[in-house]
Structures are given as C-alpha cells and as structure tokens.
C-alpha cells in the first residue's frame, strides 16, 4: 500500500525553481531516503509533504490526504523531525516534552520518549543548554510522541556523536520494523544505506537516480582496490585498473571474481598485492558518480 | 484540550522570561499605580481619575499588544511556531492560546492597579463596574489580537519592541495619560477610534455601545491581518 505519492511537484521562491516536477512513491512500512546537496530540493519535498508548504504544481498525497488541505487530520497520524527548528530555551528537556504530551492524544510516556531518544541522563536540563546533537535527540522525542505512522525526519543525526547516531539508526530501524513508513534526508550517504530500503537523489530540483537501494547498488558492481608492487606495470595485470600514485582500483561487476583473478595471477607471480580492498559499490560511490556525469 | 495546553504553555513562559516581565508587567504597573497616586497627592482626586483610566490605554498598548507581537515574533524568528506547527495542533490553538493567556494577564493586571490606587491613594474605582469588567476583557482580546497581526509587519524580532512603542505613545496621547495635549480637532477625532480610546471612554462613561462597536471592527481587523499576512516563519532571504 502506498503511503507517501508525490507526482509532478514543483515548487518555487521568489522566482526560483527549487522542486522541479518530481515523483515518487513510499510504500507502507518503508524507509525512504533523499538524498542530494544542499540546494537540491530535499527540505522543500519535505516541507511540502509536511504540510508547511502549498505545492505549486502536481499532487501530494500522505496517507492518501491533502497534507496542506487536510493538514489537522494528516497531522494526527505522522510524525515530524524538522531540520531547522526552534524550542523553548528556558524548558528542560523533560518540561519541554511534557508540554507536547498535553499537545498529543494518547502520547508515549514521558520517560519512555526521552529514553527512546536516548536522553535518559538530562531530563532536567535546560534546552540552552544541550548541544546541537541532543537538541536533535530532543526534536526526534517530539516526533515520536504520538507514535506516528509516518515519519519525516529531516536530516536527523545532523550534529550526533557516532554512538548517538547509531542509537537514531536502531530506534529508527525499530519504528521500520514495526510498520511506520519514514521519509529521511541525509547527508550521511551511509546512514541512508543502512537505514533505507529505497531512496531517490536530487539534484537541482530534479530526481536523478531512484530505486531499490540493493539493486541499485547491486547493478553498479564494485571495486578491488591495492597497492601497486614495486615495478609492476599496471598493463600487465589480467585486469584493466586505473592507477592514482601507488595505488590501483580495478572496477568489476563482479568483485570478488575479479579479486580471485588478480590474486591467481599475483600468486602465479610471486607476488603480493598490499592493501587490498574488495567491496561492492557504495552510495558514496554512486554520488560521486552521478555528480561527475552531471559536469 | 490542546487550546487549554498551550494557554497554559504561554503562561508559563510568561512568567519565565524576567526581561519581559519587567517591560510588560514590573514597568507598567509602576506607571499605572505611581502617576495617578502622585496626582491625587499633588494635583487632586479628578487628575488622579483622569490619569488613572488613561492608564488602562498604557497598559492594554504594553501588556497586551507589545507583549503579543514581541513574544510571537521571538517565536517566530527563533522557528518555535514552526516547530509547534509540527505538532498536532491547529493554527488557531496555537494563536487563540498566546491570545487568551496574554488577555487573561493583562486584565489581572489593570484590576489590579485600579485596586492598588483605590487602596493607596483612594482614588474611586469605576462608577460602573460592570462596564469597567466589559470594557476590559473585551479590550484585552482585541489589543491582543491585534499585537499578534502587528507582528507581519515586525521585520526582525529585535525590532519588535520598538516597532509597538509609537502604538504605546498614541495610546497614551489619544486618552489624556500624559495630561491634556493640545491636538488638532481632527488628529482627536481620529485618535478616538483606536482601540484603546474605546475601553478608556466606556470605562469612563458606563457606555458600551459605541466601545463595543469599535472594538468589534478592531476585532474583525485583526482577524483578516492574520489571516492575510500573519508568518509563521521568518522571511526566506
């Protein structure tokens, strides 16, 4: 069943073209990442889904609702992490979510939405005085007080520490588990590979790469990377590398059989082969490449 | 429920936030109950009276329109209410909740000079105290509402302070708080359609008709401003 439909959207400020008649579909239960630079369009989609912003052209639907339209019923049921957003300075952590419990029909319990956001050693604190990482930790309690089905999270591990953030992937993976369907933007492209089944790249307001996060990665191969040995003339080796100093990179669809191949004929040699490096194409690696067919 | 919750959230931070409570609380009750207690003393009671329910004018333009605009512009600026707008509730709790706490202190607050100079100074309460109460409550909403629609035209929450004081100086000239002005007949005729005109005259002369006229166009006002023009968020740049 599909969750989130979005079709043609555009959307522009003051002249500037910033969604350029996009579309996508996230299916029930599941983790959808967009990605792209800053600029792309990525918090405009967002905002828009979430009902901040009128779409100027084309549909958006969440929940099968209009979210500027029917926005107080829409609201009821998802979840919102922004990525710019401001609190009460002079609240402490636990003053400020029981403030958005009294907002919340049937909320999680205070303590359980702190801890959750892994919070659980500064409910007295002042929100001046947490720091940018937990003020996000804060922002996600907020959104997961109403148990949502849908959750947008706007760049949510912005500013962690990488135990803090890898304790964002768990919740985040559990809330997956258990049916919420979650729209994330990143920068963090290996947060989006762990976290996302799918996922969408923008660029200039365009989506310029979607699909399945596996197959998509699957169907760009990978890569053997190594050490040169000394004297060796890349030309020789059974595989086509290109070098960069002293080291090589071989790219396969196949990684580990060209590993095998290299390491056949290295051994055949009596040689070694330093360093080496097998592993499947990265998100990182598909960013890159997108950005460099773009020039 | 949730208009109940952020009511009782704007109170709270009301009297959380020490620099705004002595603008809009410490200061103008200093005002409200020193001046007319200093004219009974050095002038007479009528002066005393006359400042007195002028003083009504200082303390709606400060505790309730200067309040709202620069708490909601603060928030604004700050993204608060774009973050309260991410929560489950609607717009209108959101804004209906700022409002009713900010009148709701502001009519404690002139109830509470107009006692304090009655017992320091024994200078009379109202003659009628029913228009006084009307008069008052209705006022506190409208000027309220009305600090809340001013806020579009705040550019910078640094700004907002400033930008309500010529609100504060006119209501204050329009009502004879600051002694008689002489003014062009036009410029009073004028001045006696604001807002704050209306509650000081029907407070003063028992008469709500009018007041209640005036105040309901203020009131209508104020609702299509916020509706038209109210931001959320502050300007992209």
Same mark, same amino acid.
């Given at each position: 069943?599909?969750?989130?439909? @979005?079709?043609?959207?555009?959307?522009?400020?003051?002249?500037?073209?910033?969604?350029?008649?996009?579309?996508?579909?996230?299916?029930?239960?599941?983790?959808?990442?967009?990605?792209?630079?800053?600029?792309?369009?990525?918090?405009?989609?967002?905002? @828009?889904?979430?009902?901040?912003?009128?779409?100027?052209?084309?549909?958006?639907? %969440?929940?099968?609702?209009?979210? %500027?339209?029917?926005?107080?019923?829409?609201?009821?049921?998802?979840?919102?992490?922004?990525?710019?957003?401001?609190?009460?300075?002079?609240?402490?952590?636990?003053?400020?979510?029981?403030?958005?419990?009294?907002?919340?029909?049937?909320?999680?319990?205070? !303590?359980?939405?702190?801890?959750?956001?892994?919070?659980?050693?500064?409910?007295?604190?002042?929100?001046?005085?947490?720091?940018?990482?937990?003020?996000?930790?804060?922002?996600?309690?907020?959104?997961?007080?109403?148990?949502?089905?849908?959750?947008?999270?706007?760049?949510?591990?912005?500013?962690?520490?990488?135990?803090?953030?890898?304790?964002?992937?768990?919740?985040?993976?559990?809330?997956?588990?258990?049916?919420?369907?979650?729209?994330?933007?990143?920068?963090?492209?290996?947060?989006?590979?762990?976290?996302?089944?799918?996922?969408? &790249?923008?660029?200039?307001?365009?989506?310029?790469?979607?699909?399945?996060?596996?197959?998509?990665?699957?169907?760009?191969?990978?890569?053997?990377?190594?050490?040169?040995?000394?004297?060796?003339?890349?030309?020789?080796?059974?595989?086509?590398?290109?070098?960069?100093?002293?080291?090589?990179?071989?790219?396969?669809?196949?990684?580990?059989?060209?590993?095998?191949?290299?390491?056949?004929?290295?051994?055949?040699?009596?040689?070694?082969?330093?360093?080496?490096?097998?592993?499947?194409?990265?998100?990182?690696?598909?960013?890159?490449?997108?950005?460099?067919?773009?020039? | 429920?949730?208009?109940?919750?952020?009511?009782?959230?704007?109170?709270?931070?009301?009297?959380?936030?020490?620099?705004?409570?002595?603008?809009?609380?410490?200061?103008?009750?200093?005002?409200?109950?020193?001046?007319? @207690?200093?004219?009974?003393?050095?002038?007479?009671?009528?002066?005393?009276?006359? @400042?007195?329910?002028?003083?009504?004018?200082?303390?709606?333009?400060?505790?309730?329109?200067?309040?709202?605009?620069?708490?909601?512009?603060?928030?604004?600026?700050?993204?608060?209410?774009?973050?309260?707008?991410?929560?489950?509730?609607?717009?209108?709790?959101?804004?209906?909740?700022?409002?009713?706490?900010?009148?709701?202190?502001?009519?404690?607050?002139?109830?509470?000079?107009?006692?304090?100079?009655?017992?320091?100074?024994?200078?009379?309460?109202?003659?009628?105290?029913?228009?006084?109460?009307?008069?008052? &409550?209705?006022?506190?909403?409208?000027?309220?509402?009305?600090?809340?629609?001013?806020?579009?035209?705040?550019?910078?929450?640094?700004?907002?302070?400033?930008?309500?004081?010529?609100?504060?100086?006119?209501?204050?000239?329009?009502?004879?708080?600051?002694?008689? &002005?002489?003014?062009?007949?036009?410029?009073? *005729?004028?001045?006696?359609?604001?807002?704050?005109?209306?509650?000081?005259?029907?407070?003063?002369?028992?008469?709500?008709?009018?007041?209640?006229? !005036?105040?309901?166009?203020?009131?209508?006002?104020?609702?299509?401003? &916020?509706?038209?023009?109210?931001?959320?968020?502050?300007?992209? *740049?």
């Amino acid at each position: 069943m599909t969750t989130i439909q @979005v079709n043609g959207l555009r959307k522009s400020y003051q002249g500037f073209e910033a969604v350029k008649g996009i579309s996508f579909e996230v299916s029930e239960g599941e983790v959808f990442a967009l990605l792209g630079r800053n600029g792309a369009g990525k918090t405009t989609t967002m905002e @828009v889904l979430a009902g901040f912003q009128r779409a100027d052209a084309g549909s958006v639907r %969440v929940l099968g609702l209009d979210p %500027v339209a029917d926005r107080a019923a829409v609201r009821q049921r998802v979840g919102i992490m922004l990525q710019e957003a401001g609190f009460f300075p002079d609240l402490t952590v636990a003053q400020t979510v029981d403030a958005w419990r009294d907002f919340t029909a049937a909320p999680r319990p205070r !303590d359980e939405a702190i801890e959750l956001a892994g919070l659980a050693g500064r409910p007295g604190t002042k929100v001046r005085q947490l720091s940018g990482g937990e003020k996000r930790r804060l922002d996600l309690a907020l959104a997961l007080l109403g148990r949502p089905d849908v959750l947008f999270l706007d760049e949510p591990t912005t500013g962690m520490d990488p135990e803090a953030r890898r304790n964002t992937w768990a919740v985040v993976r559990d809330l997956a588990r258990q049916g919420t369907t979650i729209l994330l933007t990143t920068h963090y492209l290996e947060e989006a590979q762990q976290l996302a089944g799918a996922m969408a &790249i923008m660029d200039q307001g365009e989506i310029v790469a979607a699909g399945g996060m596996a197959e998509t990665l699957a169907a760009r191969g990978g890569r053997v990377a190594f050490r040169l040995p000394p004297r060796l003339d890349p030309g020789d080796l059974p595989l086509p590398v290109t070098v960069d100093g002293e080291h090589a990179v071989c790219h396969a669809e196949h990684p580990d059989l060209a590993a095998q191949t290299l390491l056949s004929w290295a051994a055949e040699r009596g040689l070694r082969l330093p360093g080496l490096e097998v592993r499947t194409a990265t998100l990182e690696d598909l960013f890159l490449d997108l950005r460099e067919s773009a020039r | 429920m949730s208009l109940a919750a952020t009511y009782r959230l704007g109170t709270r931070l009301f009297w959380r936030d020490r620099a705004m409570l002595f603008a809009s609380v410490i200061t103008p009750i200093g005002l409200a109950v020193g001046l007319p @207690v200093l004219m009974r003393h050095v002038v007479g009671t009528a002066t005393a009276v006359t @400042v007195s329910q002028g003083m009504i004018a200082m303390l709606l333009s400060i505790t309730a329109f200067m309040n709202v605009a620069v708490a909601l512009t603060n928030r604004r600026d700050q993204l608060v209410l774009k973050r309260l707008r991410a929560s489950r509730l609607t717009d209108g709790q959101i804004l209906l909740g700022q409002i009713a706490g900010t009148a709701t202190q502001t009519v404690i607050l002139i109830v509470a000079c107009a006692l304090a100079v009655r017992l320091l100074a024994d200078v009379p309460l109202p003659a009628n105290l029913l228009a006084f109460a009307v008069a008052v &409550i209705a006022g506190s909403v409208v000027l309220s509402l009305l600090g809340a629609a001013y806020t579009a035209a705040i550019p910078r929450a640094e700004l907002a302070a400033a930008y309500t004081m010529p609100v504060f100086l006119v209501s204050l000239v329009s009502t004879g708080a600051m002694g008689p &002005i002489p003014l062009p007949s036009w410029l009073q *005729s004028a001045l006696d359609l604001l807002p704050t005109t209306a509650v000081v005259t029907a407070v003063r002369t028992g008469d709500l008709v009018l007041p209640a006229v !005036d105040l309901a166009v203020w009131a209508a006002v104020g609702l299509v401003a &916020i509706r038209l023009w109210f931001r959320w968020e502050p300007r992209r *740049s």
